[in-house]
């Protein structure tokens, strides 16, 4: 149990368009969803705090107008990069709080986004 | 910022026991000491959690200090496939968001 999926798993976009992706709970309800972004050789870092049915919360510095954050069901939320830049790349990952297992999060598989 | 110190990185002979220390000399009353790990390219992987006494599960033994300044994350056979950046992290309880540092990039030697 506790599978976390993303999709796509990888995605390739010209500079000025918009990009989203989604964060899925397979097999358990989750109301808190987290987003994180990772540069090459960083570590992750975390961009805001998901909950369904609710604003997000952003962590300073990130743009909540660029990456907007939509957590519409407690299996869903989507991550959306808007009007993005060369400087977006970077590989995104979402993990899921189950509340079966100590609300302990469980991470998705990462979406790696480069914009040309 | 992160509130533990570990090694940028260790090698470990394929087979032995890799111990991976960590400092968290902060740490608060309420808080738990995490680990995850994550491969390249992955997303993280939970490992195990303790508060103060040690743990053990299928993947790894944690033994906490008795002042709970510090952990060591022990894999008791560590094999290729556990080549990967281990995190430890601290923090109150599973669903807090969780603060990375750099961790410690594990090598295991064949």
């Known amino acids: 149990g506790a599978v976390v999926s993303q999709h796509p798993s990888w995605v390739i976009c010209k500079s000025g368009t918009s990009v989203k992706i989604e964060c899925r709970s397979l097999?358990?309800?989750?109301?808190?969803m987290f987003w994180y972004r990772q540069f090459p050789k960083q570590s992750l870092m975390l961009m805001a705090t998901s909950n369904e049915g609710s604003k997000a919360t952003y962590e300073q510095g990130v743009e909540k107008d660029k990456f907007l954050i939509n957590h519409a069901s407690l299996t869903l939320s989507t991550l959306t990069v808007t009007s993005a830049h060369p400087e977006d790349s970077s590989f995104y990952i979402c993990?899921?709080?189950?509340?079966?297992?100590?609300?302990?999060?469980?991470f998705g598989p990462g979406t790696r986004l480069t914009v040309l | 910022d992160a509130k533990t110190t570990q090694p940028p990185s260790m090698d470990c002979a394929e087979g032995r026991a890799a111990n991976l220390p960590c400092n968290h000399s902060t740490i608060s009353g309420n808080e738990y000491v995490y680990w995850y790990r994550q491969i390249h390219s992955q997303g993280p992987q939970y490992i195990i959690h303790?508060?103060?006494n040690n743990e053990t599960n299928e993947m790894a033994s944690l033994i906490i200090t008795e002042d709970r300044k510090s952990s060591t994350l022990i894999l008791p056979h560590a094999t290729l496939r556990d080549t990967a950046v281990y995190y430890c992290i601290v923090r109150v309880s599973g669903d807090d968001k969780i603060i990375f540092g750099k961790g410690t990039r594990l090598h295991i030697l064949p």
């Open positions: 097999d358990f309800q989750a109301t808190t």
């Open positions: 993990s899921a709080s189950d509340f079966r297992n100590y609300n302990e999060q469980f």
């Open positions: 303790g508060l103060k």
